[in-house]
């Protein structure tokens, strides 16, 4: 089945303490994006992916870094969390030869809090 | 920066009934797309119109694009209880990387 999975569901972490959060999509589309979700504040990109080793910053990466060594993983690491990236995160990914024709393919979310 | 905006922020309404959510965007862009999100889940892409465009149909789904007014509605027919869920519009801007951005939603809630 294509599709995007995120890893893991739900992780609860103490400030401070790095994490990763694993993204991994079976389409071999080209672009990877991650956002975050806030009530009241819609999805915000983070970085994004539009190939293998190239990879760039959305609208909010402060405290974010992610990598792109292969093709179908896109993890999200954050090196010192801190209470204000508790969020829901989704990892989403796309087919550069349908960017005329079809949207992002979203994973189901990380529910992430940082106490 | 949020390109899209959708109205209104909530819509309640009987199933049977037809639901129209509006997008309104600010630059120039290459296509617009509609998402759906259930609760607390990923989202699901619904439509793609291109801005050569003006009307698109998918099942009880019907897109219209405006680029002179920079708005989109999303029109969903015959609304069923399992239409309830939050939609957002997306947008990939002109001359841009096809990394769409997205408005805040509009909360559908269809009552049976």
């Known amino acids: 089945e294509a599709q995007v999975t995120q890893n893991p569901r739900y992780l609860i972490t103490v400030t401070g303490k790095k994490l990763t959060v694993t993204c991994s999509q079976n389409m071999n589309h080209e672009y990877m994006s991650w956002y975050r979700q806030d009530p009241g504040l819609g999805l915000r990109q983070i970085y994004y992916?539009?190939?293998?080793?190239?990879?760039d910053k959305g609208d909010v990466p402060e405290g974010y870094k992610v990598s792109r060594k292969e093709k179908r993983n896109f993890p999200l690491i954050l090196e010192s969390p801190s209470p204000n990236q508790t969020s829901l995160y989704f990892c989403a990914s796309r087919l550069q030869g349908a960017l005329e024709r079809d949207g992002y393919t979203f994973g189901s979310g990380t529910r992430l809090t940082v106490v | 920066s949020q390109q899209g905006e959708e109205d209104p922020q909530a819509l309640s309404i009987q199933e049977g009934e037809n639901a129209t959510m509006n997008c309104s965007y600010k630059t120039s862009i290459n296509n617009l797309q509609w998402y759906r999100q259930n609760s607390g889940r990923g989202l699901v892409h619904l439509i793609l119109i291109r801005s050569n465009e003006r009307e698109k149909h998918s099942g009880r789904l019907r897109v219209t694009l405006d680029t002179s007014k920079k708005s989109s509605s999303l029109l969903i027919t015959a609304s069923r209880a399992a239409d309830t869920a939050s939609y957002f519009c997306a947008t990939d801007a002109s001359g841009g990387s096809y990394i769409p951005t997205f408005g805040r939603g509009t909360s559908l809630i269809v009552h049976p």
């Open positions: 992916s539009m190939n293998v080793e190239v990879t």
